[in-house]
């Protein structure tokens, strides 16, 4: 099938990618010609693992083009991908202003039948209302189509090419049998719905994923009063085939694109029909608290008393083998670090650029590599859960340190790896490990 992708981002990039792959024939558009000028010299503008070589893969098999000249791709595709950003308003809405301006060029583009597949998460009734306003522009025919994503960054190809289902809103069956036919290589699991279902199902997803993780992240602050580990809590819950074990793992909370941009736009989706969205608002407010747990054991360790501390964070990304920092939980509390007189050395294997421009303050001393960032340092908080930290010799992290004291925001390490140190190790939700927490390190 002859395909355009609209927006070279992680889902629309991925998505293009994957889509050549198949064997389709890909254009993949965008209005930022640096980003097309670096995809056709075969970079990626995103971190992704593996989609560097898969791009370039199809690239040479002549399957897949990147170009700015969103018109000529149109008239040459019989499916039209929008996988443009719809970022949150200061109120929590989704932004559609991109995502309408793309369709306007679409109609004025068109030369014939097309379907065209919006991928963004919308609100309910978008597609309806994107409808509306490409007829208002071109007398071609279309059909429009809910096509939502599902994919994580980090494993976006493997989720892509081996999704769990494929969600295909539609009204037409036509447009739905093509659609179908398009994805009946990657799954059986391919769900035919009405469109407005469909894009509630994505909210509906992400809401419910993130539920679980402010749920066990609940949990583990009650394992910590009572005595309990919450890791084998979660394990002991997953075995559970109504729970299951995915994303209940204690930590920092959620961050990066989705779940805090899809959780907030679909309070608002709720309010607009006047209704309040109770649990939701409540996962929401148990994520944001969730983070300065690292803050407050801080502050029990150093008895209040922060100002002038060295600090050193390991991990800036809002999770290992990406380069996103959006919405990361160490924007927060690197900022609340600073801001009470703290001097904070941050390091992350991928993210760093990524961070100090959206960080974009001082008070922090960026470094290279991870042993330089804790040497000297007070303490060391571990905010995500690089493989390259995991693997760490905690002996020799020790030696580095001014003093051993460690706050483990992922659970990264287990008893064994701390025997034969002196940390005083702070982990979420397992009493038994937090060292620190029980006996405060005398500070001299």
């Known amino acids: 099938m002859n395909i355009t992708v609209i927006g070279t981002g992680y889902v629309g990039l991925v998505s293009g990618i994957c889509y050549a792959e198949l064997g389709n024939q890909v254009i993949c558009v965008d209005k930022d010609p640096r980003k097309i000028d670096m995809l056709n010299a075969g970079g990626i503008p995103i971190y992704e693992p593996g989609l560097q070589e898969l791009a370039t893969a199809n690239r040479t098999k002549g399957r897949?083009?990147?170009t700015t000249d969103l018109p000529s791709a149109v008239t040459q595709s019989d499916i039209v991908i929008l996988a443009v950003g719809t970022p949150p308003l200061p109120s929590g809405e989704a932004n559609l202003d991109y995502i309408d301006e793309a369709a306007l060029e679409i109609a004025q583009a068109m030369n014939g039948y097309k379907i065209i597949a919006v991928k963004s998460t919308v609100p309910v009734g978008t597609n309806e209302r994107l409808g509306q306003l490409i007829r208002t522009r071109t007398n071609h025919p279309f059909d429009s189509i809910s096509l939502p994503e599902f994919l994580r960054e980090g494993s976006a190809i493997q989720d892509t090419l081996q999704p769990d289902r494929i969600i295909i809103g539609a009204e037409s069956e036509s447009a739905a049998a093509t659609m179908t036919?398009?994805?009946?290589?990657?799954?059986?699991?391919?769900?035919?719905?009405?469109?407005?279902?469909?894009?509630?199902?994505k909210y509906a997803s992400n809401a419910f994923l993130a539920t679980k993780i402010s749920f066990i992240n609940e949990i583990a602050n009650i394992c910590e009063k009572v005595g309990a580990d919450v890791t084998k809590v979660a394990e002991g819950m997953g075995y559970d085939k109504r729970i299951g074990p995915s994303f209940l793992k204690a930590g920092i909370g959620y961050g990066g694109s989705c779940f805090p941009k899809d959780t907030s736009a679909l309070i608002q989706i709720a309010g607009n029909v006047d209704y309040e969205f109770k649990l939701l608002r409540s996962v929401v407010e148990v994520n944001r608290d969730q983070r300065f747990n690292v803050i407050r054991k801080l502050e029990t360790?150093?008895?209040?008393?922060?100002?002038?501390?060295?600090?050193?964070v390991w991990g800036l990304a809002f999770k290992p083998n990406t380069d996103d920092v959006r919405d990361s939980p160490a924007l927060e509390i690197i900022q609340h670090l600073v801001d009470n007189g703290v001097k904070v050395k941050a390091y992350d294997p991928i993210a760093m650029d990524n961070f100090r421009a959206l960080f974009g303050k001082d008070g922090v001393e960026w470094c290279n590599e991870a042993m330089e960032t804790a040497r000297g340092a007070d303490a060391l908080c571990l905010l995500t859960e690089w493989d390259e930290f995991a693997e760490v010799d905690l002996g020799q992290l020790q030696s580095v340190l001014k003093r051993p004291i460690l706050i483990d925001g992922r659970n990264v390490f287990n008893e064994e790896h701390l025997l034969g140190t002196d940390f005083?190790?702070?982990?979420?939700g397992r009493p038994s490990l937090n060292q620190g927490v029980k006996q405060p390190m005398p500070i001299l």
Do not use: C, N
Not at 181 to 201: F, G, N, W, Y
């Open 64 to 66: 897949l083009s990147f």
């Open 181 to 201: 036919a398009l994805h009946k290589p990657l799954t059986d699991q391919i769900v035919v719905t009405d469109i407005r279902s469909a894009e509630m199902i």
């Open 301 to 312: 360790i150093f008895e209040g008393d922060l100002q002038g501390k060295t600090v050193a």
């Open 424 to 428: 005083i190790y702070y982990s979420v």
